[in-house]
């Protein structure tokens, strides 16, 4: 089955932009989606499709495609942002998720 | 508001079966997909099956195929997750999530509030 990769961890400085990534070969034909939790709480969609946020989710949330990498970007990183961020895609009947990637803003 | 309201935690003990609900409201129920996500403390999500609930349809990941049932009832815009044989590292925190889909690519939104099963 397809498998989804994450890095583990990354870290940015308060403002400053971050970029996490998804790798896949999954994500040669479907778009990954992305989902932001917090500690106790349940996952919440951030980015969907080629480049799209839900209602209420920050501009400074940002999603794009190159081959098979997708990747979340998070521009002038804030306090509140800091959680684990998850990727998911689909592989042909089957739903994947990555590993998750826990971001610390510093 | 679109929302899905899922049942409270559960104890159970090894060998049983548990079954969580999950109530939508906010929009028709049978237009979209439900699945299950399950998370163990610490761990990342793991995805489990789906259910188109106009159709009846449904999909297991094989991981849990033999053990895992999921249902709907239409009259009350309400799915469900049976898992049976159950075992302690069955033991996380279980959510359903309505999938949307355009050209094949779906997403998650929104996600019931989660509940806890605990094998023990």
């Known amino acids: 089955s397809s498998e989804l990769t994450q890095d583990p961890a990354v870290s940015v400085a308060l403002g400053q932009t971050v970029r996490i990534t998804c790798q896949g070969d999954?994500?040669?034909?479907?778009?990954a989606s992305w989902y932001q939790q917090k500690p106790g709480q349940a996952p919440i969609l951030v980015i969907y499709g080629k480049n799209n946020r839900p209602s209420g989710i920050p501009d400074r949330f940002s999603g794009s495609t190159s081959g098979n990498t997708a990747s979340l970007t998070i521009t002038g990183a804030q306090a509140e942002d800091e959680a684990d961020y998850y990727c998911?895609?689909?592989?042909?009947?089957?739903?994947?998720f990555g590993g998750g990637t826990k971001l610390t803003v510093l | 508001q679109v929302q899905l309201v899922q049942s409270g935690a559960e104890v159970k003990k090894p060998g049983a079966s548990v079954k969580v609900s999950c109530k939508a409201s906010?929009?028709?129920?049978?237009?979209?997909?439900i699945n299950w996500v399950r998370q163990a403390t610490g761990q990342g999500l793991e995805w489990m099956g789906w259910m188109n609930p106009n159709s009846g349809y449904i999909g297991y990941a094989q991981k849990f195929q033999g053990r895992l049932t999921i249902t709907r009832n239409t009259s009350i815009s309400t799915a469900y997750m049976e898992l049976s044989s159950l075992r302690s590292d069955d033991t996380a925190v279980y959510y359903c999530?309505?999938?949307?889909?355009?050209?094949?690519?779906?997403?998650?939104?929104?996600w019931g509030q989660g509940t806890q099963v605990t094998v023990s």
């Open positions: 906010g929009y028709t129920f049978t237009t979209y997909d």
């Open positions: 998911k895609s689909r592989d042909s009947s089957a739903v994947v």
């Open positions: 999954s994500l040669r034909s479907y778009y």
């Open positions: 999530a309505r999938e949307r889909r355009s050209s094949g690519s779906g997403w998650f939104d929104p």
